[in-house]
């Protein structure tokens, strides 16, 4: 067998998320990147494995994947032969040969992910697959209060998927804070959630961006972060966000 760490690029909004699913019409990122390899590898046996299941409309710019597979092709043609049969939402940005050992998942250290956000009265139609828009006014200096005490070795039960499957809550956060970047469009700067770790749970990042809008907006107390963080509920907090502001953007 031949081993291969693939570095790609995706845009989430026709995809119910990486994972194959059992229905066949649900395409997944996973599905159509397996197929296009089968294409390539014919009649040879192919199995991949991704670093982070990405949920529906979720989008990636540095999803991790191995390869393995019984074909032995050069890195940079099995990068191109790939690119040229892929759908255009999706680009492998880097191929390189890889031991049989490494594991995307245990390997990885940390994932960077990114939540991008607009304040504004009209949604802008050019942005919307990628960008979340709030049309209510947010404070965000008291959203970035909020996002510190998400910072650290917490039990994130209540804000993640009740039907998450996991042998612990537990989850490390490395980086939670709030930017604003300028953008070409004239009253619409983008806000982006930089949020970093050591691994996420499922749906957990989109249900801290519910609670911090929510926070934002007034609705909620920072106070009730605080608490929802330190004893498990039977409730949630707030809704979880929309998915389509959500970017995988690296892992390490």
């Known amino acids: 067998m031949n081993y291969y760490k693939l570095t790609i690029c995706y845009k989430g909004t026709n995809y119910y998320g990486w994972q194959i699913q059992p229905e066949p019409h649900k395409t997944s990122i996973e599905g159509e990147l397996l197929s296009t390899i089968k294409s390539i590898n014919k009649n040879g046996v192919s199995n991949l494995s991704g670093a982070s299941r990405t949920d529906a409309g979720v989008h990636a710019m540095g999803q991790v994947v ?67 828009n709030i049309r209510e006014e947010l404070d965000i200096k008291i959203m970035n209060d909020a996002a510190k005490l998400f910072i650290g070795e917490k039990d994130f039960y209540n804000f993640s998927s ?45 249900y801290i961006m519910g609670s911090l809008f929510a926070v934002g907006s007034g609705d909620l107390e ?31």
């Open 66 to 132: 191995k390869v393995s597979m019984s074909l032995d092709i050069d890195s940079d043609k099995f990068k191109l032969g790939l690119n040229s049969k892929l759908p255009k939402d999706i680009r492998i940005l880097e191929c390189v040969k890889c031991s049989e050992s490494y594991n995307p998942v245990k390997d990885s250290i940390s994932k960077l992910y990114h939540y991008n956000f607009t304040v504004n009265k009209l949604e802008n139609p050019i942005t919307s697959d990628f960008v979340k």
């Open 162 to 206: 009740r039907s998450t499957v996991a042998k612990t809550f537990v989850r490390e956060i490395t980086l939670c804070e709030i930017i604003e970047t300028k953008t070409t469009f004239p009253g619409r700067n983008i806000y982006t959630l930089k949020i970093e770790g050591s691994g996420f749970l499922k749906q957990m990042i989109r």
């Open 222 to 252: 920072v106070s009730k972060i605080a608490e929802y963080l330190s004893e498990r509920k039977n409730d949630k907090l707030t809704p979880k966000a929309m998915a389509k502001g959500l970017c995988l953007m690296k892992i390490t």
